[in-house]
């Protein structure tokens, strides 16, 4: 009944004619806009980007081929470059998954609840391990 | 015209059926016309609780197949004036009854009565999707437990699917203490996870079992909290705003001392 299957839109971006030549490289249609909270046992399957504009709860899922951000708590599972893209990264205001993978990596939050930290978090590929570092320290 | 409320949880054994008949039984006691209608059917329990089994003649799938008309299967309660019980059938299944019968159903009741309260199965098939069929609400019971938690997160989910918006929870058999200890999950650790109005606290309580194994309802117990927590929620559904119940005030005096020196 709620699952949902968000099929990959490729029309072409309306505004994508006004941008500069070198922006436009950078303009990335795929990205679909959640804005709601997932519930358990609800489910996000994208082509593209995924961004949620709310939690992602215990029993929800979010499968993104590229990249996927929870502006909000993410506690279900998500797996960003469902198709093997290794470069897709995992943002949350809050990442505290059950499971979390990038490509064809498969990581779970550590036992001990020791670290329980109160600010944005990015998990992407580096030298091949999954890793997490706070999101401050990337934009710069 | 009345209102037409569906008690769910997704999880069983977290107390639909208690709450629905203290629900009930509340809010006949201000006066209301409530009608209660189990829709477990085959596994029919809000008959028992409310001590009305030996009543029983017809009963919901009677009524949905034309067997009889409504007023021949509700069940008046001779106790409390204004509350009527339609029962589930135990003989049959859920598939006796499917979702659009349950809106005709609900349509009628509607009419004659201020309140439709409908005790929902667990689960999420075709029992549940039958119990919100025809419902303008939804109350969402939960404990303080993580599978409890999870089901009602599913279920607030597949309630806003099928259109019920903004359901209420309430937490039942919480127990203070616990939490204080760490040991339970608290108010706010739910409301993180399930993020809807919360309708009310009912602490666990001896005397819910100690009424309900008498067919008897712990609301009409002026004595016990549990009672008072769901006199409260009977208040807060008629509209008046009520805060929520102390549920420190039973850790005895002591406690209280340390409260008013301000230790807390």
Redesign the interface.
Same mark, same amino acid.
């Given at each position: 009944? +709620?699952k949902e299957t968000l099929s990959n839109s490729t029309t072409s971006h309306p505004f994508l004619g006004s941008f500069p030549v070198e922006l436009a490289e950078m303009v990335d249609e795929n990205t679909i806009l959640v804005q709601r +909270?997932? !519930?358990? $046992?609800?489910s996000i399957c994208h082509d593209g980007n995924v961004v949620v504009l709310g939690?992602v709860?215990? $029993?929800a899922e979010v499968l993104a081929s590229g990249n996927i951000i929870v502006m909000g708590?993410l !506690?279900g599972v998500v797996h960003a470059g469902v198709k093997g893209d290794t470069n897709a990264i995992i943002l949350a205001f809050r990442l505290r998954p059950t499971q979390l993978r990038i490509g064809n990596h498969i990581t779970r939050p550590p036992e001990d609840e020791s670290s329980d930290p109160d600010y944005p978090e990015l998990a992407r590929i580096k030298n091949g391990v999954v890793t997490i570092e706070t999101f401050n320290s990337v934009i710069k | 015209m009345g209102e037409v409320i569906v008690v769910t949880s997704g999880k069983g054994g977290v107390g639909k059926t208690t709450t629905t008949a203290n629900l009930g039984t509340g809010l006949a006691s201000y006066g209301k016309k409530v009608c209660l209608v189990d829709a477990d059917i085959g596994l029919r329990n809000l008959d028992v609780v409310l001590g009305l089994e030996n009543r029983i003649v017809f009963d919901i799938v009677d009524v949905t197949s034309g067997v009889c008309r409504i007023r021949q299967a509700l069940i008046k309660d001779k106790r409390y004036e204004g509350l009527h019980l339609l029962p589930a059938a135990q003989t049959k299944d859920k598939t006796a009854v499917n979702p659009d019968q349950m809106r005709e159903l609900c349509k009628d009741l509607r009419k004659e009565f201020d309140f439709v309260i409908i005790d929902c199965p667990a689960g999420i098939e075709q029992g549940f999707k039958n119990a919100i069929a025809g419902a303008d609400r939804a109350i969402v019971v939960t404990t303080p437990e993580v599978s409890a938690v /999870?089901?009602a997160? /599913?279920i *607030?989910?597949?309630l =806003?699917? %099928?259109d019920l918006r903004e359901p209420k929870l309430i937490i039942n058999r919480y127990r203070p203490k616990m939490v204080n200890r760490g040991d339970m999950m608290s108010i706010d650790d739910m409301n =993180? *996870?399930l %993020?809807i109005d919360l309708l009310g606290v009912v602490p666990e309580d001896e005397q819910v079992v100690v009424t309900t194994n008498k067919g008897e309802t712990v609301v009409r117990d002026d004595k016990s909290q549990s009672g008072q927590a769901y006199r409260n929620i009977t208040r807060r559904i008629l509209g008046e705003n009520v805060p929520l119940l102390n549920l420190e005030e039973q850790d005895g005096l002591f406690s209280a001392l340390k409260k008013m020196i301000g230790l807390k």
């Amino acid at each position: 009944m +709620t699952k949902e299957t968000l099929s990959n839109s490729t029309t072409s971006h309306p505004f994508l004619g006004s941008f500069p030549v070198e922006l436009a490289e950078m303009v990335d249609e795929n990205t679909i806009l959640v804005q709601r +909270t997932l !519930r358990s $046992g609800q489910s996000i399957c994208h082509d593209g980007n995924v961004v949620v504009l709310g939690d992602v709860n215990p $029993g929800a899922e979010v499968l993104a081929s590229g990249n996927i951000i929870v502006m909000g708590s993410l !506690r279900g599972v998500v797996h960003a470059g469902v198709k093997g893209d290794t470069n897709a990264i995992i943002l949350a205001f809050r990442l505290r998954p059950t499971q979390l993978r990038i490509g064809n990596h498969i990581t779970r939050p550590p036992e001990d609840e020791s670290s329980d930290p109160d600010y944005p978090e990015l998990a992407r590929i580096k030298n091949g391990v999954v890793t997490i570092e706070t999101f401050n320290s990337v934009i710069k | 015209m009345g209102e037409v409320i569906v008690v769910t949880s997704g999880k069983g054994g977290v107390g639909k059926t208690t709450t629905t008949a203290n629900l009930g039984t509340g809010l006949a006691s201000y006066g209301k016309k409530v009608c209660l209608v189990d829709a477990d059917i085959g596994l029919r329990n809000l008959d028992v609780v409310l001590g009305l089994e030996n009543r029983i003649v017809f009963d919901i799938v009677d009524v949905t197949s034309g067997v009889c008309r409504i007023r021949q299967a509700l069940i008046k309660d001779k106790r409390y004036e204004g509350l009527h019980l339609l029962p589930a059938a135990q003989t049959k299944d859920k598939t006796a009854v499917n979702p659009d019968q349950m809106r005709e159903l609900c349509k009628d009741l509607r009419k004659e009565f201020d309140f439709v309260i409908i005790d929902c199965p667990a689960g999420i098939e075709q029992g549940f999707k039958n119990a919100i069929a025809g419902a303008d609400r939804a109350i969402v019971v939960t404990t303080p437990e993580v599978s409890a938690v /999870r089901d009602a997160d /599913r279920i *607030i989910g597949l309630l =806003e699917a %099928a259109d019920l918006r903004e359901p209420k929870l309430i937490i039942n058999r919480y127990r203070p203490k616990m939490v204080n200890r760490g040991d339970m999950m608290s108010i706010d650790d739910m409301n =993180e *996870i399930l %993020a809807i109005d919360l309708l009310g606290v009912v602490p666990e309580d001896e005397q819910v079992v100690v009424t309900t194994n008498k067919g008897e309802t712990v609301v009409r117990d002026d004595k016990s909290q549990s009672g008072q927590a769901y006199r409260n929620i009977t208040r807060r559904i008629l509209g008046e705003n009520v805060p929520l119940l102390n549920l420190e005030e039973q850790d005895g005096l002591f406690s209280a001392l340390k409260k008013m020196i301000g230790l807390k």
